[in-house]
């Protein structure tokens, strides 16, 4: 058997052989057409025109190959385009869902940093009038409103810094008007420029969203006309407009101040109501917020933080309160509350319970924490002592200042001397 397999075997290679051609030997120099004239039949070359034309039909389809190549590239590049201006916009909209909420949360906490009060109130620079904080600016604009026709260059002007909040705003509307009045004076004859037209975008940009924009150019001498503010040749007084250009360069605003919305406690008659036991019982919601809370702690107990980091973490969680409530301890069992902005310095807080103690002198007293700590640095913000968002003192005196009848605070803050429940 291995006989025959091995003849076949053979028998196969000398066909193989035969058709490979005629043989030489390895040291035998042969051309390259000698062999190739063994192997196949002297080939004829094409005529001129067959080379033309196979040359074109080669071009045209290498020039398909690179349209193809090309579109495929551009239906790419279009393709990652539009994932990305996709996912531009999902960013874009992220952002904004994140801002609303941050702005929700920052209004929902400036409520729970004084959460004995209904609302912060702002004391009306102009009359005295307490009014709610999202409605100060109002109250404001109405006040300067009624005084206007009495003396409309400094009302306007005080209305223009005083109720404008964005500097960049403010700034380009003060530029604008100034530019308007420089113009006058210098170019007393020129008629174009004692006339502005509400389509403009100088005007509709810069001047109309201004709080008293319109009252500068009125207290200016400009008047409406039509689709325009103009200035009759009769209403020019140059004296007025250097007197308005003036305070426009030097114009300051007069800020609301925090109304403290004084209260006075007394802790005698206090009674404590029963706690029912679902009072400690926690809710779903409640449970999984704890437990993200723990989770999150862990997670940054066990990276590698700094001193300084964590600082920092400490003050970005007391910037969400803009406002703090004080509570101060008098051993006549008397407690006085006050509101206060947590950039304010302990200094104020001082001078808080020293505007309503009985005696008119300055006496020497200290404020402490319930942990004992005093609080001696006055130039500390109260956000710095970490007196947020809110705190109870104690207060102590020097025992050499008498206090009559053991009373510490005015009578006139004693008559409204309320239970605290």
Same mark, same amino acid.
């Given at each position: 058997?291995?006989?025959?397999?091995?003849?076949?075997?053979?028998?196969?290679?000398?066909?193989?052989?035969?058709?490979?051609?005629?043989?030489?030997?390895?040291?035998?120099?042969?051309?390259?057409?000698?062999?190739?004239?063994?192997?196949?039949?002297?080939?004829?070359?094409?005529?001129?025109?067959?080379?033309? *034309? %196979?040359?074109?039909? @080669?071009? $045209?389809?290498? &020039?398909? !190959?690179?349209?193809?190549?090309?579109?495929?590239?551009?239906?790419?590049?279009?393709?990652?385009?539009?994932?990305?201006?996709?996912?531009?916009?999902?960013?874009?909209?992220?952002?904004?869902?994140?801002?609303?909420?941050?702005?929700?949360?920052?209004?929902?906490?400036?409520?729970?940093?004084?959460?004995?009060?209904?609302?912060?109130?702002?004391?009306?620079?102009?009359?005295?009038?307490?009014?709610?904080?999202?409605?100060?600016?109002?109250?404001?604009?109405?006040?300067?409103?009624?005084?206007?026709?009495?003396?409309?260059?400094?009302?306007?002007?005080?209305?223009?810094?005083?109720?404008?909040?964005?500097?960049?705003?403010?700034? *380009? %509307?003060?530029?604008? @008007?100034? $530019?308007?009045? &420089?113009? !006058?004076?210098?170019?007393?004859?020129?008629?174009?420029?004692?006339?502005?037209?509400?389509?403009?975008?100088?005007?509709?940009?810069?001047?109309?969203?201004?709080?008293?924009?319109?009252?500068?150019?009125?207290?200016?001498?400009?008047?409406?006309?039509?689709?325009?503010?103009?200035?009759?040749?009769?209403?020019?007084?140059?004296?007025?407009?250097?007197?308005?250009?003036?305070?426009?360069?030097?114009?300051?605003?007069?800020?609301?101040?925090?109304?403290?919305?004084?209260?006075?406690?007394?802790?005698?008659?206090?009674?404590?109501?029963?706690?029912?036991?679902?009072?400690?019982?926690?809710?779903?919601?409640?449970?999984?917020?704890?437990?993200?809370?723990?989770?999150?702690?862990?997670?940054?107990?066990?990276?590698?933080?700094?001193?300084?980091?964590?600082?920092?973490?400490?003050?970005?969680?007391?910037?969400?309160?803009?406002?703090?409530?004080?509570?101060?301890?008098f051993p006549d069992n008397c407690l006085l509350q006050g509101?206060?902005?947590?950039?304010?310095?302990?200094?104020?807080?001082?001078?808080?319970?020293?505007?309503?103690?009985?005696?008119?002198?300055?006496?020497?007293?200290?404020?402490?924490?319930?942990?004992?700590?005093?609080?001696?640095d006055r130039k500390a913000t109260l956000a710095d002592l970490?007196?947020?968002?809110?705190?109870?003192?104690?207060?102590?005196?020097?025992?050499?200042?008498?206090?009559?009848?053991?009373?510490?605070?005015?009578?006139?803050?004693?008559?409204?001397?309320?239970?605290?429940?």
């Open positions: 058997m291995e006989k025959i397999k091995k003849f076949f075997d053979n028998k196969k290679l000398d066909k193989k052989f035969k058709k490979a051609g005629s043989g030489h030997l390895l040291t035998e120099s042969i051309s390259r057409q000698s062999y190739f004239r063994d192997v196949s039949p002297d080939r004829v070359l094409p005529i001129a025109s067959a080379q033309m *034309a %196979g040359s074109a039909a @080669l071009n $045209r389809f290498e &020039k398909k !190959i690179q349209s193809v190549e090309s579109d495929s590239q551009r239906a790419i590049r279009l393709r990652v385009k539009r994932e990305m201006e996709q996912e531009k916009k999902r960013q874009k909209d992220e952002e904004e869902v994140q801002r609303a909420v941050d702005a929700r949360n920052r209004k929902i906490t400036e409520m729970d940093a004084v959460p004995s009060v209904q609302c912060i109130r702002l004391i009306c620079p102009f009359c005295d009038s307490s009014e709610p904080k999202f409605e100060i600016d109002d109250h404001m604009f109405s006040c300067l409103q009624e005084t206007f026709d009495e003396n409309p260059s400094v009302v306007s002007i005080t209305m223009f810094f005083s109720l404008n909040r964005n500097p960049e705003k403010l700034d *380009a %509307g003060k530029d604008i @008007l100034t $530019r308007i009045l &420089k113009n !006058i004076i210098n170019n007393p004859t020129e008629e174009k420029f004692r006339k502005l037209r509400f389509s403009t975008n100088a005007y509709q940009a810069k001047v109309q969203p201004i709080k008293g924009g319109d009252q500068v150019l009125t207290a200016a001498g400009f008047e409406r006309q039509g689709d325009a503010w103009v200035m009759p040749a009769s209403m020019e007084d140059y004296e007025k407009l250097q007197m308005l250009l003036q305070m426009l360069d030097e114009g300051q605003p007069l800020m609301p101040k925090l109304d403290r919305q004084l209260r006075v406690f007394s802790t005698v008659s206090r009674v404590f109501a029963p706690i029912p036991n679902d009072f400690y019982l926690l809710s779903k919601e409640e449970v999984l917020r704890e437990q993200r809370l723990k989770k999150e702690a862990l997670e940054r107990s066990q990276q590698l933080r700094t001193k300084k980091m964590r600082e920092k973490d400490e003050i970005q969680e007391i910037r969400h309160y803009k406002y703090t409530l004080i509570r101060v301890s509101i206060f902005n947590v950039y304010e310095t302990l200094e104020s807080v001082y001078k808080f319970v020293q505007s309503v103690l009985q005696t008119e002198d300055v006496i020497d007293f200290y404020l402490k924490e319930m942990t004992g700590k005093k609080l001696t970490k007196l947020v968002p809110a705190v109870l003192l104690n207060f102590h005196w020097d025992s050499s200042v008498d206090f009559s009848d053991g009373m510490f605070l005015k009578s006139s803050i004693m008559e409204n001397l309320e239970s605290l429940s």
